[in-house]
């Protein structure tokens, strides 16, 4: 499993987020919407500092991150960050492994 961002969502996190080297970005299993796998769960987005990263991926120097506990809610899938450019969101596509 990966964690793949387009050029685009590293934008976006230094745009909106305004991330630097070193800083740490979650992606998360959050109780509440839905997704592709799960009713009652969607994908959740958070800067904070890791406990047991399961699947990390560095990008201009920032980590980008799913904690082991979480990987059970991409059905074994990499998850590719771009941006909704319309809204001016990311965009999250799961594509198997």
């Known amino acids: ?3 793949i961002l387009t050029d685009a969502a590293l934008n976006w996190f230094h745009t909106e987020m305004e991330v630097q080297q070193g800083d740490y ?3 998360y299993a959050r109780y509440g919407g839905s997704s ?4 009652g769960f969607s994908l ?3 800067r ?5 990263i399961g699947v990390e991926t560095i990008v201009d120097g920032v980590h980008f991150y799913i904690e082991r506990n979480d990987e ?3 059905n074994e899938h990499d998850l590719h960050v771009g941006v909704n450019e319309k809204l ?3 965009a999250y596509e799961y594509k198997q492994a």
């Open 36 to 39: 592709p796998f799960h009713e």
């Open 88 to 90: 001016d969101e990311l």
């Open 25 to 27: 970005v979650r992606f």
């Open 44 to 46: 959740g987005m958070n």
């Open 1 to 3: 499993m990966k964690i």
């Open 72 to 74: 059970w809610f991409f």
């Open 48 to 52: 904070e500092l890791p406990h047991e």
